[in-house]
């Protein structure tokens, strides 16, 4: 009875066993599973490492000396290290980029104890998702992901969150509804698109998370923010692809556990042959001076010592009103030498200023203004404006009506006068 409830739980699990014969003995072997992720499954780091957990969960309730190799897909290292950091070692684990494809028991973090299989033994583990088999494209499928994150959006944030233009976001997110799998819904004043129940399943599905766990406080954004603030933080892909064409942008997500810290939002980039965190903080101005002093201190040493640690450059970003970025600078303790500082007005989309290592650099000095419309696409000048009118004021005319006596005062005036020419 015991062995058939182990049975089903593996039958669950959308894992690959991939066992090691040490002994040379089929009956003798490291069990080992095997779990394969991307960077571009629309989760960050933290959201990754948890389904890794709920897995283990689940191994070790199955199996007596399981041993998990995680195969991770992505460009650079720093999300493969992210999840290297943020897992728990609850059993032998190791994690390897996705072009390695064979592993040996040196390179686990604990050494694996050796099982003895029996009849039955052999594992019977759910298929992994493929998306052909559900009948949908990987563009539209990564559109579903990030709005299983996001919960509800604009079609803006969705085209910038997944990479992809605003036209192609658009027909993607029509076959989504034509399926189903999305819909329209108000979000505040306007109108933009949510998730249904349908979608929300083929999202957790293509995640590969094990039917019946529980992944939505792992799943979406940590914290509430207001409308433009959650505006702002959602499209810093898009403005940063803007600002800098010649950096590549890898990745980007929203509100992400950092190393004790929660960025507005994160985007993983390369310049050259160099990785570099784009750190997002979003300021709205509501806060006082003091309060902005206290936070961002302590939201600049976390950047300071994510960036040691990895040796990786980060550049840290603030966003919001101009007097929120003058004022900035001194919430600066200290300008390090692997973070570049930088700072730009909220309604000035697409425009950044250069980032240099160890420097502070402001969007806002040489603009006197900042609007939100885009450049006209002709010169105005060769349009001259038309001479006006001047308009004279008429004068106002005299009024007709008799004048009366206003009083005794002309009364007395009138007698005076007449008694006089009288004596």
């Given at each position: 009875m015991r ?9 669950r699990l ?6 090691i014969?040490?002994?040379d ?15 571009k ?10 389904i ?19 195969s ?13 950091r ?7 684990m190791?994690?390897q980029?996705?072009?390695k ?6 390179e686990?973090y604990?050494?694996i104890r ?6 039955g033994?052999v594992?019977i ?8 088999e559900?009948?949908i494209?990987?563009?539209?499928l990564?559109?579903l ?6 919960k509800?959006?604009y079609?803006?944030?969705?085209a ?12 993607l997110l ?9 819909e329209?819904?108000k979000i505040g004043?306007?109108?933009g698109?949510a998730i ?7 999202a957790?599905?293509?995640w590969?998370?094990p039917?019946g766990?529980?992944?939505?406080k792992y799943r ?5 923010a ?6 702002v933080?959602?499209?810093?892909r898009?403005?940063l692809?803007a600002?800098y064409p ?7 997500w929203t509100e992400?556990?950092l190393?004790d810290?929660?960025?507005d939002a ?14 997002l ?7 006082s001076?003091k309060?902005?002093m ?8 976390n ?11 980060i ?10 970025v003058r ?10 030498p ?5 700072g ?5 989309f697409?425009?950044?200023?250069i ?6 650099m402001?969007?806002i ?9 885009k ?6 000048s ?8 001047k308009?004279g ?5 005299k009024s007709t009506?008799?004048r ?11 007698y005076r ?7």
């Amino acid at each position: 009875m015991r062995s058939e409830m182990k049975g089903n739980v593996l039958s669950r699990l959308p894992l690959e066993w991939t066992p090691i014969y040490p002994m040379d003995r089929k009956d003798v072997v490291f069990d080992i599973f095997k779990h394969s992720l991307s960077y571009k499954d629309g989760l960050p780091p933290y959201a990754q490492a948890r389904i890794i957990d709920l897995l283990v969960n689940r191994l070790i309730k199955s199996r007596r000396y399981p041993a998990l190799w995680i195969s991770v897909e992505g460009p650079g290292d720093w999300f493969r290290y992210e999840i290297k950091r943020l897992i728990k070692y609850r059993i032998p684990m190791t994690v390897q980029s996705a072009r390695k494809t064979s592993v040996h028991e040196r390179e686990f973090y604990q050494s694996i104890r050796p099982t003895y299989l029996r009849e039955g033994d052999v594992p019977i583990l759910a298929p992994r998702f493929e998306p052909v088999e559900y009948g949908i494209r990987e563009s539209a499928l990564r559109v579903l992901q990030v709005l299983a994150r996001l919960k509800t959006a604009y079609r803006p944030e969705i085209a910038s969150l997944t990479g992809f233009s605003e036209s192609h976001a658009r027909n993607l997110l029509k076959q989504l509804q034509a399926e189903n799998l999305i819909e329209r819904k108000k979000i505040g004043k306007y109108e933009g698109w949510a998730i249904r129940t349908k979608g929300l399943s083929l999202a957790h599905r293509s995640w590969n998370i094990p039917k019946g766990v529980h992944f939505t406080k792992y799943r979406g954004e940590f914290r509430y923010a207001g409308e433009r603030h959650r505006r702002v933080s959602r499209r810093w892909r898009a403005w940063l692809e803007a600002a800098y064409p010649r950096i590549e942008i890898w990745e980007g997500w929203t509100e992400v556990p950092l190393f004790d810290g929660i960025p507005d939002a994160l985007a993983w980039a390369r310049k050259g042959e160099r990785e570099i965190l784009f750190w997002l903080e979003v300021d709205s101005g509501h806060s006082s001076e003091k309060v902005m002093m206290r936070n961002y201190s302590r939201r600049f040493q976390n950047a300071y010592h994510h960036a040691k640690r990895l040796g990786i450059l980060i550049v840290f970003c603030i966003m919001g009103p101009p007097w929120v970025v003058r004022f900035f600078p001194l919430c600066i303790p200290y300008l390090y030498p692997n973070l570049a500082v930088i700072g730009q007005d909220w309604r000035a989309f697409g425009k950044l200023p250069i980032c240099e290592s160890g420097r502070w650099m402001s969007g806002i000095e040489d603009r006197k203004k900042y609007p939100t419309e885009k450049p006209l696409p002709f010169d105005p000048s060769q349009y001259p404006l038309k001479p006006k009118k001047k308009k004279g004021i008429p004068a106002k005319p005299k009024s007709t009506k008799p004048r009366y006596s206003k009083g005794y005062d002309d009364a007395d005036r009138w007698y005076r006068s007449r008694s006089e020419r009288e004596e």
